[in-house]
């Protein structure tokens, strides 16, 4: 279980994030809508402190960290149970794809090289990319690299993984793929917290949506609460803009 | 000789090293008009592969970017006077200064014409072909779009070009011209005072390569990014 | 006097024996300047506290020193005080008339220090900001990325700036002949003290110097192909086998 309590965050005088209060349970899938700027990225980006919130609590699992105060002892705690899937994939290009997931476990987590091996291929095969490896980020395509950076996250078993825009960065026909990825992971029971703008594929996956605006949680409930009857005039205005079709077809 | 440093003489010695400003002011305009000029030549030789010229400009590039300037000052200091005796002129009773300006121009000629030539190759082909479908000729499109494109490119290699000139002249003493440092050397072994005319020397340096450094990202602001 | 090829040879020969000189006057100060300077633009870019805010004050500045006049200070600094002690105890001058190589590689270790340190910060800046992040988000601590991700990302986009550097340091070594230490420079000159072919000493020298220049480049060329190709090894590794 993750939750945040009351998150804070400022660059300079543009208040970000307004005070922020999300519950995430164990097994549940979360998808953050809102419209761009109003601190989606910011938040994920606050979760695995590589944005260090100007004030609130994080609870994840039985440790609890103060924003305010957090050691790099407690920020390093909190970065070995979370795992981040980057927009524009991140993989780290010295390393080849094997090389990329067993990092987290060898180096971070001081596992053997021998298990982390075994891991890290059970991680590659998952996401369908058994017989790649040995290949480099720069060998790959847009798909098959955000693939590898899934089965980074998934490998290194965190309790939760954070998306941020996942497949944005890809050329259409790449989307599916990867998608059907977070679909299987989803699946299997991990925690995830996504932001995404693939609304069907949010509908689909969600078993809890967000919708932000300006730096607050304006609604939240379940997709079909959010998408069929939102409450809030800012939720119908976004969802009216973004998916012109919902509305007449559902 | 008592004391290691005395700070009064810091100040002492400050305006009769500046004094001497202007000869490495000469050396730095000469070796950076001189470069420019060659240094576009022997571009344009590389670059259009001119037969025998190409093999020496590729010959004499090398040899400049591999030895030092000291040993280049002296070669030329050396062999200028029998070279140029071949031909009947006689510059035996040439002052030291002409060539240190001699070697400082010939060395940047060949750092220039590495410049000019990765500025050149910058622009694109279409800039050239767009030129020639105008109907410009060849060095009509260098000179009205090439060349000022490719100066903007390489504005910025071309500042720390100037920066480096300025504190190789620091080399030029050694022939036994009396420009700064000439000067701080003449003073101190008159006076045992070494370290005073040094610590004036290293803030002159200091401060003039920071300010034209300055200069050329103020002006890189100011003129280039604008117009690119 | 006219130009004789023979007094070249002749002083090429001598020379040749100092190349060792002039190497460990410039490859002792590039291997000092590679760990100081690393460590400097590393600290700069953390923004360790103390440490970078006064790099960032010192660099810039000592930067604009000529590589001679850090050669003159410390030939100075170095000596200067064992002359007023030489004055009351006998022993410091023993140490006064210590080899003067040391002072210049300590005078070129000092440039070198921070010429490479600049190399590496603008190396530095060329691994995105995401390759840290992607590290923090799997668990690495700072130090952890900067080892097995950053620096590795870095040195092959390093290398040919630092052959640049060495050579800038070969060239530039030539200067400690002014405070007599013998190198290729002055062991070419050494033979027209006695003959007064100068310009045949100094033609010797520049071919040393060149010869030296060239290979160095050379061999950091074949350095540099051969970090790329462990970048992508696996890659080409893997046509191969299928070609066989
Ligand atoms: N590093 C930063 N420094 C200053 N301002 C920032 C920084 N990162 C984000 N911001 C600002 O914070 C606000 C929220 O940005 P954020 O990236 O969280 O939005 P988002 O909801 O993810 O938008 P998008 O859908 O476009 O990705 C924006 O106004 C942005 O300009
Ligand atoms: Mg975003």
Known sequence: MIELKNVHKAFGKNTVLKGINLKVNKGEVVVILGPSGSGKTTLLRCINFLESADDGELIIGDTKVDFKNATSKEILAVRRRTAMVFQNYNLFNNMNAIENVMEGLVTGRKMPIGRAREIAKQALDKVGLKDKYEAYPLQLSGGQQQRVGIARAIALNPDVILFDEPTSALDPELVGEVLSVMQAVAKEGITMIVVTHEMSFAMDIAQHIIFMADGNIVEEGSPKDIFTNPKEKRTKQFLERILPRWNYSI | MGSLFDIRLVFEYFPLIFSRFPITLLIVVVAIGAGLVLGLFIALVRMRKVLLLNQFAILYVSFVRGTPIIVQLFIIYYGFPLLLEQVGIDITQWEKIYFVLVTYGLNNAAFMSEIIRSAISSVPDGQREAAYSVGLSRWQALRRVILPQAFLNAFPVFGTRVVNTFESTSLAFTLGILDMVGQAQAIGSRTYHELEGYVVLAIIFIAISMILEKLFVHAEKRFIQQRR | MVFDFHYVITSFITAV???????????????????????????????????????????????????????????????????????????????????????????????????????????????????????????????QALRRVVLPQVFPVAIPVLGNNLIGLIKGSSVVYLITVVDVMNGALTTAQINYRFLEAYIAAALIYWGICLLTERLFAVWENHMKKYQLGSAKNNLRQEVL
């Open chain 3, 17 to 143: 024996h100092y190349i060792p000189v002039t190497l460990a006057l410039s490859l002792i100060p590039l291997f000092i300047g590679i760990v100081f300077g690393t460590l400097i633009a590393v600290c700069r870019k953390f923004r360790i506290r103390f440490i970078a805010p006064l790099a960032d004050i010192i660099i810039p500045v000592v930067k604009g020193i000529p590589l001679v006049l850090h050669l003159f200070i410390m030939n100075f600094l170095i000596l200067k005080p064992f002359d007023l002690l030489a004055q009351y105890y006998a022993w410091a001058d023993v140490i006064r008339f210590m080899d003067k190589v040391y002072i210049a590689i300590i005078a070129i270790s000092i440039y070198a220090v921070i010429i490479i340190s600049e190399t590496m910060r603008s190396a530095l800046m060329s691994v995105s900001e995401g390759q840290y992040e992607a590290c923090y988000s799997v668990g690495l601590t700072r130090w």
